[in-house]
């Protein structure tokens, strides 16, 4: 059990994006299920809180109502070693959301994410500052990251 892990507040769709998330990542699960019992009233049998894994990182998904919304002040970044995984990636969680910029996503749930080619950070990170800021300048014009053309701007 991890010691520390991300809890989704979600006002009653908490089952059905457990479902879609566990659905899309590799060695995911749902841990466990919650249900309001008769104290929830015409709740009783609905999801309070459920737990799951994504590629083995624990969240917690809680129905707690509509007072609270996701923002983009908050993210789920999502590493991919290939072009291929970023658009598989992209192409999931972007379905029924919308994109944003700069490797960016809003899913269905409006849940942001990040979909992140690992080449982009090391390039961001490059000694040489001429060639970062080209990747820079590369990865604001885009919205899903296009690898290729982040390592064609780095090369000038």
């Given at each position: 059990?991890?010691?520390?892990?991300?809890?989704?507040?979600?006002?009653?769709?908490?089952?059905?994006?457990?479902?879609?998330?566990?659905?899309?990542?590799?060695?995911?699960?749902?841990?466990?299920?919650?249900?309001?019992?008769?104290?929830?009233?015409?709740?009783?049998?609905?999801?309070?809180?459920?737990?799951?894994?994504?590629?083995?990182?624990?969240?917690?998904?809680?129905?707690?109502?509509?007072?609270?919304?996701f923002t983009e002040a908050i993210s789920l970044s999502v590493d991919c070693k290939t072009q291929e995984e970023v658009d598989y990636f992209w192409d999931k969680l972007v379905e029924g959301g919308q994109p944003v910029a700069c490797s960016w996503l809003k899913d269905k749930f409006g849940l942001c994410w990040q979909i992140v080619p690992e080449q982009l950070p090391k390039l961001l990170r490059d000694p040489d500052q001429a060639r970062a800021d080209r990747v820079m300048q590369a990865m604001m014009k885009m919205v899903k990251i296009d690898i290729a053309k982040i390592e064609e701007a780095a090369r000038g």
């Open positions: 059990m991890q010691k520390i892990s991300t809890f989704l507040w979600f006002d009653t769709q908490a089952e059905e994006a457990v479902n879609f998330y566990v659905s899309i990542f590799k060695n995911s699960k749902v841990l466990s299920t919650t249900r309001w019992g008769k104290s929830g009233g015409d709740r009783e049998g609905q999801v309070l809180v459920m737990s799951f894994e994504l590629d083995g990182v624990e969240f917690q998904a809680l129905n707690g109502g509509p007072q609270h919304k």
